[in-house]
């Protein structure tokens, strides 16, 4: 979290291992992830990326692995995954907007990163970001949760 900001923790979301949607010869149950990074085609991310947990897990797990495409974005992944041009990781809370992609792994541990909503110090009184935080906050937080 930026120093400069303030706001508040909404949840820690789990991330697994989801298929493309037709991608041949995967098998929509869940498997040893080490059997997944072994013979699956991915989507990654960008190499040059630093900051995310994310982008840290994939260099270290998928360094030699069949990376068939890199992107930047969660939505990126996902329509990828639509697809069906190989394996990727996605956030839980994405699972509600795409139920045609089915974890086909354990979740990620190391991937369980919290998630914050924050806005500038300046603005926190402001009555709408007041507001907003609190109503999209507990939504976020609720759902979250509920474990999407």
Same mark, same amino acid.
Request: hydrophobic share 50%; with cysteine.
């Given at each position: 979290?930026?120093?400069?900001?303030?706001?508040?923790?909404?949840?820690?979301?789990?991330?697994?291992?989801?298929?493309?949607?037709?991608? *041949?010869?995967? $098998?929509? +149950?869940?498997?040893?992830?080490?059997? %997944?990074? $072994?013979?699956? /085609?991915?989507?990654?991310?960008?190499?040059?990326? @630093?900051?995310? #947990?994310?982008?840290?897990?994939? $260099?270290?797990?998928?360094?030699?692995? @069949?990376? $068939?495409?890199?992107?930047?974005?969660?939505?990126?992944?996902?329509?990828?995954?639509? +697809? &069906?041009?190989?394996? &990727?990781?996605? /956030? +839980?809370?994405?699972?509600?907007?795409?139920?045609?992609? #089915?974890?086909?792994?354990?979740?990620?541990?190391?991937?369980?990163?919290?998630?914050?909503? %924050?806005?500038?110090?300046?603005?926190? @009184? +402001?009555?709408? #970001? *007041?507001?907003?935080?609190?109503?999209?906050?507990?939504?976020?937080?609720?759902?979250?949760?509920? &474990? &999407?």
């Amino acid at each position: 979290m930026a120093d400069h900001l303030v706001g508040r923790p909404l949840g820690r979301p789990n991330a697994g291992s989801m298929p493309g949607a037709a991608l *041949r010869g995967c $098998r929509k +149950t869940v498997q040893p992830l080490a059997t %997944l990074v $072994r013979d699956a /085609p991915w989507v990654a991310f960008e190499r040059d990326s @630093q900051a995310r #947990v994310y982008d840290h897990w994939m $260099r270290k797990h998928l360094a030699h692995a @069949q990376v $068939r495409l890199r992107v930047d974005i969660f939505n990126a992944v996902a329509a990828m995954l639509h +697809t &069906g041009i190989a394996v &990727g990781i996605l /956030p +839980t809370f994405m699972a509600a907007n795409h139920p045609d992609l #089915v974890p086909v792994s354990e979740t990620i541990p190391e991937l369980s990163v919290p998630v914050w909503m %924050l806005t500038h110090p300046d603005l926190r @009184q +402001t009555a709408r #970001v *007041r507001v907003f935080m609190q109503h999209v906050g507990d939504a976020v937080a609720a759902r979250l949760a509920a &474990g &999407g």
